[in-house]
T-cell receptor, first 112, second 113 residues
Framework: QKEVEQNSGPLSVPEGAIASLNCTYSDRGSQSFFWYRQYSGKSPELIMSIYSNGDKEDGRFTAQLNKASQYVSLLIRDSQPSDSATYLCAVNPWQAGTALIFGKGTTLSVSS | DGGITQSPKYLFRKEGQNVTLSCEQNLNHDAMYWYRQDPGQGLRLIYYSQIVNDFQKGDIAEGYSVSREKKESFPLTVTSAQKNPTAFYLC????????????FGPGTRLTVT
């Protein structure tokens, strides 16, 4: 059973701090990794994709991938109250067709 | 504007009735997906389609049916055989050929009483 695990949270950080969200996956052959942000009552929005080991930065967001440890993370620098949402990690396992496996998400709360 | 549309946003039905949820995309994406989301649960895959006139069951296909007669459209029918149909239904699409990024529509919240 291919799985993607995330801490459900809530993760609470003060405004301006760095929020660190973590995700582990079970299928060692996974090739593509994604982070989605979902505000309450809304649909998920793709915010980061990462395909190779290391860091990928986009504005205040940094995705980190370590395939040997089967671990992917999302760092949010200078967190803002508008970052308060649930963050979903998604993985495309090897030979899973085109379907993504989603974690249950981590709820982030940024206090002002 | 390019995007994925789902209609309606809210849908109310009585038990025993079939209901069809609409999903349309004008992104020229090859693959389309239906997910269900329940409170405290992750996204669960119902059906997906990689090309017209072909679709595959996901993890929770029982009580649902789909069709893919046009590239742009992937409607989902929730049948009376689905035991717990009340949920948030999300449609997504993917460009195709090695690009695994999925983009979601706004969702349809279905309530069955």
């Amino acid at each position: 059973q291919k799985e993607v695990e995330q801490n459900s949270g809530p993760l609470s950080v003060p405004e301006g701090a760095i929020a660190s969200l973590n995700c582990t996956y079970s299928d060692r052959g996974s090739q593509s990794f994604f982070w989605y942000r979902q505000y309450s009552g809304k649909s998920p929005e793709l915010i980061m994709s990462i395909y190779s080991n290391g860091d990928k930065e986009d504005g205040r967001f940094t995705a980190q991938l370590n395939k040997a440890s089967q671990y992917v993370s999302l760092l949010i620098r200078d967190s803002q109250p508008s970052d308060s949402a649930t963050y979903l990690c998604a993985v495309n396992p090897w030979q899973a067709g085109t379907a993504l496996i989603f974690g249950k998400g981590t709820t982030l709360s940024v206090s002002s | 504007d390019g995007g994925i549309t789902q209609s309606p946003k809210y849908l109310f039905r009585k038990e025993g009735q079939n209901v069809t949820l609409s999903c349309e995309q004008n992104l020229n994406h090859d693959a389309m997906y239906w997910y269900r989301q329940d409170p405290g649960q992750g996204l669960r895959l119902i059906y997906y389609s990689q090309i017209v006139n072909d679709f595959q069951k996901g993890d929770i296909a029982e009580g649902y049916s789909v069709s893919r007669e046009k590239k742009e459209s992937f409607p989902l029918t929730v049948t009376s055989a689905q035991k717990n149909p009340t949920a948030f239904y999300l449609c997504a699409s993917r460009p195709g050929l090695g690009n695994y990024e999925q983009y979601f529509g706004p969702g349809t919240r279905l309530t069955v009483t």
